[in-house]
């Protein structure tokens, strides 16, 4: 359907975690992120640029996404006439990089198309192979063992499918072994996030003894290719993260066999539109994906959920509770996990969950209109 974006509101928003989020890469105790507004024909659409407060997982930022999109993304798509939503990513695609600020707003985008053609948002990207999402957790470094034993065991008593542990140097196969010793049989994997290299090959084989489902991204941000013998010398799958950015790429390290997973970020990629590239050239290589997270608010957790009813979204992903975030989200109902460990997906028009604007206004630092 054609629409014009006529106004674009940027918002950038703080939001505290309930516990903190350690990485190979540091340590968040509190959000800040940017939401995007857009509106057209009278209707609002929104999209969370899901970057994090430091160029520390990718060179984004929370700073500098406000940047590119009010000073580069917003003057090439307002007023602009679209056919459908699935032209605006390539509209700001001359820009390197800058994936997440140029998604937040290609999502927006979506749903805003969504919501004037009055159709869910996960019906609009062509999901909706599932009305419930199989769910995981991502479970940080902790302070001790006894805390990150302490964690698992929580989570799954609330039913979660599959457990995720972040690793790094110092903190990998004496902690592994652990979690194994306790919880023999859950679906186990661990996150490297970059924090490895090819000379570590020996160490990471040791792995392949705790039959993990796989490990995410052990090399470097922006490596494919040396994850390919690194993938060869291992029994553990290589699930590909960071390194994946387009659906080029995606195919690029399935030829040259550098995994058996992809997890498909959507603001990773820079929006739907190449998330249902990544997810159809994996499809057609049997390549299983799942749903990566980046700590989101509501507004990217729900377009998160649409995203992962796409047909090759088999396995759990990284989208959990709401509450295991934040002691209020911004979408009234929060997302919600039932005993199962999925999210059933809801059928309202757009991403399907309506707007705390209250609390949203009262964790605004700086709010912008482009017209
Ligand atoms: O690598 O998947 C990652 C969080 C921030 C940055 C990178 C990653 C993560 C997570 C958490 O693992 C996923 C989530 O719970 O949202
Ligand atoms: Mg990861």
Redesign the pocket.
């Known amino acids: 359907m054609s629409f014009r974006i006529d106004q674009i509101t940027l918002r950038h928003i703080r939001m505290p975690l309930v516990h903190f989020?350690e990485?190979s890469f540091g340590r968040t105790y509190e959000r800040a992120m940017i939401l995007v507004e857009v509106s057209g024909g009278g209707i609002s659409g929104w999209g969370e640029a899901t970057c994090?407060e430091n160029p520390f997982?990718n060179e984004e930022w929370t700073d500098s996404a406000w940047l590119i999109l009010r000073d580069y993304v917003a003057p090439r798509v307002l007023h602009h006439e679209f056919g459908a939503a699935g032209e605006v990513g390539a509209r700001t695609a001359h820009i390197r990089g800058h994936n997440m600020a140029r998604g937040g707003l290609e999502a927006a985008a979506w749903d805003l198309e969504a919501r004037l053609l009055g159709k869910p948002l996960y019906q609009h990207i062509g999901g909706g192979a599932r009305r419930e999402i199989p769910c995981g957790?991502?479970i940080g470094i902790q302070d001790t063992v006894a805390q990150l034993l302490q964690k698992i065991e929580t989570e799954i008593k609330a039913g979660y499918q599959r457990i995720?542990m972040?690793i790094k140097p110092g903190w990998d196969i004496d902690v592994i072994k652990e979690v194994r010793k306790e919880f023999p049989s859950i679906k186990l994997m661990a996150?490297a996030?970059s924090a490895y290299t090819l000379k570590d090959i020996d160490h990471l084989r040791r792995l392949d003894e705790f039959y993990l489902m796989m490990i995410?991204?052990p090399l470097a941000h922006d490596e494919i290719i040396d994850h390919v013998p690194l993938q060869a010398a291992l029994q553990t799958p290589i699930c590909l993260?960071?390194c994946i950015r387009s659906s080029h790429q995606a195919g690029q390290a399935i030829r040259m066999k550098a995994c058996g997973i992809i997890?498909i970020k959507l603001g990773r990629v820079g929006g739907f539109a190449e998330a249902v590239k990544v997810h159809d050239v994996c499809q057609a290589n049997n390549i299983p994906v799942w749903c990566?997270?980046?700590?989101?608010a509501g507004i990217g957790r729900a377009h998160n959920i649409a995203m992962a009813t796409l047909p090759d979204f088999v396995l759990p992903g990284?989208?959990?509770a709401s509450k295991r975030?934040w002691s209020r989200d911004i979408i009234t109902p929060p997302v919600e996990v039932t005993g199962r460990g999925t999210i059933v997906v809801r059928d309202e028009p757009g991403f399907g969950y309506p707007i705390d604007m209250d609390f949203l206004k009262q964790i605004t630092v700086r709010e912008e209109t482009l017209r």
């Open positions: 989020f990485t994090g997982y957790v991502s995720k972040k996150d996030n995410e991204q993260d960071e997890n990566g997270g980046m700590l989101e990284d989208v959990s975030y």
